[in-house]
């Protein structure tokens, strides 16, 4: 039975996203002004925010490979505005998010105090200072996420990767960990002609959305477009991969607004 999305489920789920994050936020606020701890915060927002996040979004994650341990460069396909959120509660991580996403009302506030760094591509200074924080932070052993298409989209496989973080990686031996990420439903995807609001009620209005991470083989080059060529090449054949299997060998030919994943129902 098809079954549209229920927009009271996705205002409920809103605002108790919206207030899982106001307290994480004051939370983090009152330790910061003790003690600034970014292994703690990070470990915090994986176990505790991420994680109920998700439990409240009705995301659930099927994981094939492990995250390694930190000081890598994780690059990652983008699909919807919830991957950093799926991406934070798989593994601990050092994101870099576009500025945009930090003037959010409240998410924007824990993510700035949660040391998360915000990089305005039109600017470059801020490009600049990016690619400074994010040598600094894989230095001192973290982990770093980066979504190298630099917004979201239902294109396939994948849009032009962007080569900054990659000629950080090059330029400091810094190993680079592709990650192919895919949701089974393709209407969780959005597209930014695509208007968000309509975006969000589809998303949080159905009960469920189901979402497969696959962590590649570690990439190590002094040659940022050859890190970035062998990433790209490995997400893209993971993506048509999962595709497949959802959807059929004719994948390609069906519509996003259209495609019913195999044995799921479409919300």
Partial sequence: ML???????????????????????????IRNLFSRNPERNMRFRKNVWAKHMMKVGGIRVHRVGSPPEGGHLFVVNHRSSIDPLVNLADALLF?????????????????????????DRSNRDSRART??????????????????????SDCYPTQTFKKGSFEVAAAHGFPVQPVAMEYKDRKDNWAHNHNFISHFIRRFGKPVSMVEIRYGP??????????????????????EDMRSAWDGPQWKSISSEKVTPKGATTY
């Fill in 95 to 119: 994101p870099v998010a576009k500025v945009e996403f930090g003037r959010w009302p409240i998410i924007g506030q824990g993510a700035w105090a949660s040391g998360i760094v915000f990089v």
């Fill in 131 to 152: 690619r400074i924080a994010i040598a600094k932070a894989i230095r001192e052993g973290h982990n770093v996420l980066i979504y190298p298409e630099g917004k979201t």
């Fill in 3 to 29: 079954k549209v999305a229920n927009p009271t489920r996705a205002i409920l789920r809103l605002i108790t996203l919206f207030s899982l994050t106001l307290v994480y936020l004051l939370w983090l606020l």
């Fill in 218 to 239: 570690v990439l190590r080059s002094d040659n940022a477009w050859s890190l970035l060529h062998d990433a790209k090449q490995w997400i893209d054949a993971e993506i």
